[in-house]
């Protein structure tokens, strides 16, 4: 079982949610951390975890941080926030956390919830694609409103927890719908793929514009690293040429 401890409870009215937890490239995790930051949003509940199941050590002396998931409240933009520090692997402990939120969504009269994460592509465009899934109609038929949002379209599954959270929305009534962005390494953090997803969430919530300079410099340095990891890669491949020579 989960235990949650409430702080207060936001008043609120005719409020959206965000909802999502680290996913492939930490596409989710780079959303909700900038959102979190830039939209200056306020703890008001958590969620405590039985994770992880180990401590760490450092010359001998052991370090214990239990794991949480954390609701946010942002007043001046009249939106609510969830999200934590893992996508939890076990079914049963995924439907926990995902009934938990959707529980508190209840209980806030959220209007319409937004998921956020990755979509593996074997190639990404140089603006990543921003695609589309929602647990009603209506929801689709919204979206195409915006140019650079596509509907996700064939069969397949949306795993995890920004997927199945939909599935639990539409079993209590609640809109729901998810912004998915390209990517084609699900190991390698991905903010350029954050960032076209916040842009696009931004023009569908009517956020006001922030900075999103953090994102820009983390991409700056993964390219470098790519960069240095494809030059590393060519002088190994020359001197395996030369050496069978």
Known sequence: MLGTKVYYYPKVNDTNMVAALPDMGNVAGLCMNT???????????????????????????????????????????????????????????????????????????????????????????????????????????????????????????????????????????????CLLGEIDNPEIIQPRTAKSILIALIKILGLKEFSMEELDEEERRKRFMEEQLRYMSSVVDRERHNIYY
């Open 35 to 177: 959102l979190v930051n830039k939209l200056n949003a306020k703890l008001f509940a958590e969620i405590y975890a039985y994770w992880p199941p180990y401590v760490t050590y450092k010359d001998g002396l052991t370090y214990y941080k239990q794991s949480t998931y954390r609701f946010y409240h942002c007043n001046e933009s009249n939106l609510l926030i969830f999200t934590g520090d893992f996508n939890p692997s076990d079914p049963r402990r995924l439907y926990e956390v995902c009934y938990e939120v959707v529980n508190m969504a209840q209980r806030l009269n959220v209007k319409r919830l937004y998921s956020v994460g990755a979509a593996l592509r074997a190639s990404v465009s140089a603006e990543p694609s921003i695609f589309c899934a929602a647990n009603k109609k209506h929801l689709l038929d919204y979206v195409k409103a915006y140019s650079n949002i596509h509907i996700l379209e064939g069969e397949g599954h949306i795993t995890g927890f920004n997927g199945l959270i939909l599935g639990i929305c539409y079993e209590r009534g609640i809109d729901a719908l």
